[in-house]
């Protein structure tokens, strides 16, 4: 065999579980999420695991053709309460597709955001930064956003290029360019409006997200010295999928762990 062949061996649900907890423990998610495991048992035998950013019903097909009995993403399957589960709806379809095919489903959502190597800290892995703490810290060390600093400034057009060419982006959206170098640089995956207050507070002169809404690309400073930039909610959080494969694979080096061919599950499409 190869050292690029899988040697299968069974597994448990709580094994997989396990390994993501260690990094991004259930316990620090935030209040209204529902990250974990949201369909199967934690004894439930595992052979193979596909890993993806939704669980979407085409992801769940390509879990069962791969043959794969447990799901990873980063947003849950299952978010809030569910009053009927129908194959007309996204979610109820990939619930049922799923329990049918006896697949378990697991989600590190706000766990894996409020870590430092997390969905933030990926982003910042991403631009290059260096001394990178968490934004909006908590007790343990944990939280919301990080901050860094890149070694040479950049004006607010080469920021602009530079986070479009990292990010692979055909485009963003941007506040009123900032008027001062810019070198200390913050941000939050996903949704990270609620963070802007804290990142100017904090001396960012930039800060990036994704949803950032209109009313929002008013907050400027009467200096100018600080701007917001939407990258977009998958863009920002798509890095994640690699850091649980990798951790999975760190923990279990012959497990049979796969991204999903079919990883983009952007719902919004640009022309």
Known sequence: MSANQWILYNMYVKDITGAIEEFAPLGIQENWDNS?????????????????????PELVDEAIRTGSD???????LIFSGLKKI???D??????????????????AHTNADKVLSG??????????????????EEDGGVGLGVIG?????????????FVKERFGLKSLRTSRPAD???????MCGGAGSSLIGKARSAGAQLYLCGDVSYHHFFMQTVKNDFM?????????ERDIVETLFSLIKKKFPNFAVRIADNSNSNPIYYF
């Open 180 to 186: 001062v170098p810019i070198s200390r640089v913050a």
């Open 149 to 161: 600093e890149w070694a040479e400034p950049k004006t607010a057009g080469e920021a602009v290029a």
């Open 228 to 236: 917001i930039m939407d990258i977009g909610h998958y863009e920002s």
């Open 86 to 88: 129908s194959p007309d």
């Open 70 to 76: 447990m799901i990873v993403t980063h947003h849950p």
């Open 36 to 56: 974990g495991l949201c369909i199967g048992s934690p004894s439930a035998e595992v052979t193979s695991v596909t890993i993806g950013l939704d669980c979407t």
């Open 119 to 136: 969905v933030s800290g990926a982003m910042a892995e991403r631009l290059g930064l260096g001394n990178v703490r968490i934004l909006d």
């Open 90 to 107: 996204p979610v109820g379809l990939a619930v049922i597709k799923a329990i049918r095919a006896g697949i378990n489903v697991y989600a």
